[in-house]
């Protein structure tokens, strides 16, 4: 929320090069918008609002929902890959929770922006071990979809850590409610997908939007947008407005 995911680090340490973020993209076009604007109004726009914004309208593209973000955020000046904190794929319900009630939000945004997973990759390497080792025993996690298995085992080899996975399959491209289709499927990519099963808010909301074909879903997805824009932000004189977003000035 700060910008500090765009910075980059001569000994890859910062954050977009913990493991989460590897399969992060459009960093071009984050720093082509930045570049834009400097031309226009040199330090008056901050990396982390150019962010902000991209991830709106990229969504608006794909015939998702708009929302509004309000401006003035300033950019961080350090990134670390150690400090990344980031909800794991491999959490379970009460972790999850734990953690967005730490940032303000609540359960039902916990399930909203996970619908966010019905576009984007991830990779082999996050999902081999709940595939082919869950518990030690050669086994796959049983609370996956058996066909669902199967399917990633012949995209995803033991030991194939850089394959890319669809985390919504079918729909990766278009920004629906297609993803908890899925997820009641028990075809979940992550741990963080399948556990929404395990909680009854969590449950309900999945079920309400399987059986209304997502009626809610983007004017729920905009709200929670909107308030995960204020999270952890920086204002005022904190920080800095970057004036290239990969290096600090």
Same mark, same amino acid.
């Given at each position: 929320?700060?910008?500090?995911?765009?910075?980059?680090?001569?000994?890859?340490?910062?954050?977009?090069?913990?493991?989460?973020?590897?399969?992060?993209?459009?960093?071009?076009?984050?720093?082509?918008?930045?570049?834009?604007?400097?031309?226009?109004?040199?330090?008056?726009?901050?990396?982390?609002?150019?962010?902000?914004?991209?991830?709106?309208?990229?969504?608006?593209?794909?015939?998702?929902?708009?929302?509004?973000?309000?401006?003035?955020?300033?950019?961080?000046?350090?990134?670390?890959? +150690?400090?990344?904190?980031?909800? $794991?794929?491999?959490?379970? !319900?009460? %972790?999850? /929770? #734990?953690?967005? @009630?730490?940032?303000?939000?609540?359960?039902?945004?916990?399930?909203?922006?996970?619908?966010?997973?019905?576009?984007?990759?991830?990779?082999?390497?996050?999902?081999?071990?709940?595939?082919?080792?869950?518990?030690?025993?050669?086994?796959?996690?049983?609370?996956?979809?058996?066909?669902?298995?199967?399917?990633?085992?012949?995209?995803?080899?033991?030991?194939?850590?850089?394959?890319?996975?669809?985390?919504?399959?079918? +729909?990766?491209?278009?920004?629906? $409610?297609?993803?908890?289709? !899925?997820? %009641?499927? /028990? #075809?979940?990519? @992550?741990?963080?997908?399948?556990?929404?099963?395990?909680?009854?808010?969590?449950?309900?909301?999945?079920?309400?939007?399987?059986?209304?074909?997502?009626?809610?879903?983007?004017?729920?997805?905009?709200?929670?947008?909107?308030?995960?824009?204020?999270?952890?932000?920086?204002?005022?004189?904190?920080?800095?407005?970057?004036?290239?977003?990969?290096?600090?000035?």
């Amino acid at each position: 929320c700060d910008g500090s995911i765009l910075l980059k680090s001569p000994n890859k340490d910062a954050e977009r090069d913990a493991i989460p973020n590897l399969s992060v993209r459009g960093y071009e076009v984050v720093d082509a918008a930045k570049s834009a604007l400097e031309k226009k109004c040199p330090g008056l726009v901050s990396c982390a609002d150019v962010l902000a914004l991209v991830a709106r309208d990229a969504v608006l593209v794909i015939n998702g929902p708009w929302w509004p973000v309000p401006l003035g955020r300033r950019d961080g000046r350090i990134s670390r890959k +150690s400090e990344v904190n980031l909800p $794991s794929p491999f959490a379970g !319900i009460a %972790a999850l /929770k #734990k953690n967005f @009630f730490d940032k303000g939000l609540n359960t039902k945004d916990l399930v909203v922006l996970s619908g966010a997973h019905t576009i984007g990759i991830s990779n082999c390497g996050l999902i081999n071990s709940r595939i082919y080792n869950f518990t030690g025993k050669g086994d796959f996690d049983p609370s996956m979809n058996p066909s669902y298995v199967r399917a990633l085992k012949k995209r995803c080899k033991p030991t194939d850590f850089r394959t890319s996975v669809e985390m919504d399959p079918g +729909s990766v491209k278009k920004f629906d $409610s297609h993803y908890f289709n !899925i997820v %009641a499927q /028990k #075809k979940g990519l @992550f741990t963080s997908d399948s556990t929404l099963l395990n909680d009854p808010e969590t449950k309900k909301y999945i079920d309400t939007q399987v059986s209304t074909a997502g009626s809610s879903f983007n004017k729920d997805f905009s709200e929670s947008m909107f308030k995960l824009g204020f999270v952890e932000i920086l204002t005022g004189n904190k920080g800095e407005i970057r004036r290239r977003c990969a290096f600090v000035n």
